[in-house]
């Protein structure tokens, strides 16, 4: 009988809670669909009403979102007691849905646009000065977090110790203690006056004494993306929620930088550093493995993502791209640099980005020069393919390659062509100059196709074809190659409007205690045994942290 009587009272619980939650989705839904006309006001203060409803009677199901853009619509009517019976709960809170703190809706980038009817209130001023407290609270929390994410072990290498040995000890050192949080927002330096932020999702139970592989988002829109003082959680949502999943369930560390229209990884230079700077600051903090870092963006991101194996490939094992423009912007295009690496390419057929044909082309291109690089076609869908669902199946893959590939930090071949001595290293091939003045060797040709197909939006907002007559890859600057690949101590090169350049050694690459030759365009430019230089190792190591490919000596060529 009793438990009758308690099945009973469960279920008429149930139902009282499920009639209550249907009456505020109610209510919110008319209050939403009342606030879609905003000239009739009317509308307006009816929608107003059903949001203080919603308040006042289900104020543990209303959530942020909700609050907001009450808030907003109270401002709007001028509606000052009802504005700050909702501001206020925002105002408190540590942290709203999205990872940004209470005190932002009162003194963030966007409060005076929000709640500009309310800035000369009393009440205003008085969240105001609880904001100011509260913002300094909470950016001296993010420099201790910061702090605590950054420190490690002290590594020191005895005067006394010899070249070979500290080799060894670079190799097998692991100064990395556990860390206190999963997420963090770090700082990024740009310049004396500017800086940016990343954000970083380690592994639920990260262990220090394991290497993780690494996979870098880039944003896309880098023309409308500013920076931020700290990043949230909202990195991990919305369209990026299946790089989330699937990092989660390999372990693998996420990190998500942040751009702006200057400083990029697409139409810019000026910012092209930030990205092996971010590698280079988190590998002297967490257990990365060096063979295993990756760079994946979607529209202007993927495009930075096929910009980095184009002009500097060494950090990362592959590259992928939602939506690319496959193409760099601010220099030469040499597509047979992808051969060093690996590109896997996700495109829709409806993209005004990059046209269907163009990127069949590309993939016949590749197949011709035996390039690493995969297309996967998804059709019926448009350029922001990673917002539906059915685009899952794509992250699937990228997972699945990260999982089985690794970086082979001393390639027995390279092939690789650059405009641009600043951005031109790649492995063990460095400090690249340019002859400017000479002529394209016979081999050294330019590899091109024709787009005569684009698609773009007409001002009906349908999706048309556009006939044009465009090359696929831009070729400004004059250009230098050089194909090379060594074995048993001998290092051939084949150059083209090349000056000179330094062979960086690894005792991976060669036997040290042999001579090693040097043949460029079939001439013998240096035949000589060389020691581990260490200070050159130890400055190299300091400037790259990478424990997998560590340089002892190098070789200057000048042709």
């Known amino acids: 009988m009793k438990k009758t009587s308690l099945l009973i009272a469960i279920l008429i619980c149930f139902c009282f809670a499920g009639k209550a939650q249907e009456c505020y989705s109610d209510l919110i839904a008319k209050a939403k669909e009342c606030n879609q006309n905003k000239k009739d006001s009317l509308q307006l203060k009816k929608a107003l009403l059903l949001y203080e409803k919603a308040y006042d009677n289900y104020s543990d199901s209303i959530n942020d979102r909700t609050l907001y853009n009450a808030s907003l619509l109270a401002n709007d009517l001028m509606n000052f007691d009802i504005a700050f019976k909702f501001l206020k709960p925002l105002s408190e809170l540590i942290e709203d849905e999205e990872g940004y703190p209470g005190w932002d809706y009162i003194i963030g980038e966007y409060a005076k646009d929000d709640y500009k009817n309310l800035l000369n209130h009393p009440r205003w001023k008085y969240l105001e000065k609880k904001a100011i407290i509260k913002q300094k609270t909470f950016f001296e929390e993010l420099y201790s977090s910061e702090k605590e994410f950054f420190d490690v072990n002290k590594v020191e290498y005895p005067k006394n110790l010899s070249a070979a040995k500290i080799y060894n000890h670079i190799k097998e050192s692991n100064p990395y203690k556990n860390k206190l949080k999963q997420d963090y927002s770090l700082s990024l330096k740009i310049n004396d006056t500017l800086t940016s932020s990343y954000f970083v999702h380690l592994p639920k139970n990260y262990n220090p ?6 996979l870098l988002f880039l944003h896309g829109a880098v023309h409308y993306n500013t920076f931020s003082k700290f990043q949230t959680k909202s990195n991990l949502k919305y369209w990026n929620r299946f790089y989330t999943k699937y990092a989660n369930e390999n372990d693998v560390i996420l990190i998500f930088p942040q751009a702006n229209k200057e400083y990029n990884w697409m139409t810019s230079d000026k910012g092209f550093f930030m990205i092996p700077k971010i590698i280079r600051q988190l590998k002297r903090a967490i257990n990365i493995d060096n063979n295993k870092i990756f760079i994946s963006g979607h529209s202007n991101g993927a ?3 096929f910009s980095y194996i184009m002009k500097d490939p060494t950090l990362f094992a592959g590259f992928f791209g939602f939506n690319t423009q496959p193409k760099v912007f601010t220099g030469g295009t040499f597509i047979e640099n992808i051969k060093n690496r690996s590109f896997i390419n996700f495109s829709t057929d409806q993209d005004y980005y990059y046209p269907v044909e163009a990127n069949d082309s590309l993939s016949n291109l590749c197949r011709r020069i035996n390039a690493d690089y995969k297309d996967y076609r998804y059709n019926g869908f448009p350029h922001w393919f990673p917002e539906f669902d059915e685009s899952e199946p794509a992250y699937k893959i990228i997972f699945d390659d990260i999982n089985s590939r690794s970086r082979n930090p001393f390639p027995e071949e390279l092939n690789w062509e650059i405009d641009d001595e600043n951005n031109g290293n790649i492995d063990w091939l460095n400090d690249i100059k340019l002859d400017t003045l000479g ?26 074809v556009k006939n044009v007559n465009k090359t696929a890859f831009n070729l400004p600057n004059k250009s230098g190659k050089i194909i090379t690949k060594y074995q048993h101590n001998e290092f051939h090169f084949t150059t083209s409007n090349i000056m000179s350049f330094k062979l960086y050694i690894s005792p991976e690459m060669v036997n040290l205690k042999k001579k090693i030759k040097v043949f460029v365009n079939g001439k013998l430019h240096f035949n000589q045994k060389i020691t581990y ?17 560590i340089w002892v000596n190098n070789i200057k060529i000048t042709l």
């Open 533 to 549: 230089d260490k200070e050159f190792m130890l400055k190299s190591f300091k400037n790259n942290g990478d424990r997998e490919q």
């Open 303 to 305: 495009t930075g993502s």
């Open 439 to 464: 002529q394209n060797k016979v081999w050294h040709k330019n590899l091109n196709f024709k787009i005569t197909k684009w698609l773009e939006y007409n001002d009906s907002d349908s999706l048309i």
């Open 209 to 214: 004494e394991k290497k993780y592989s690494a």
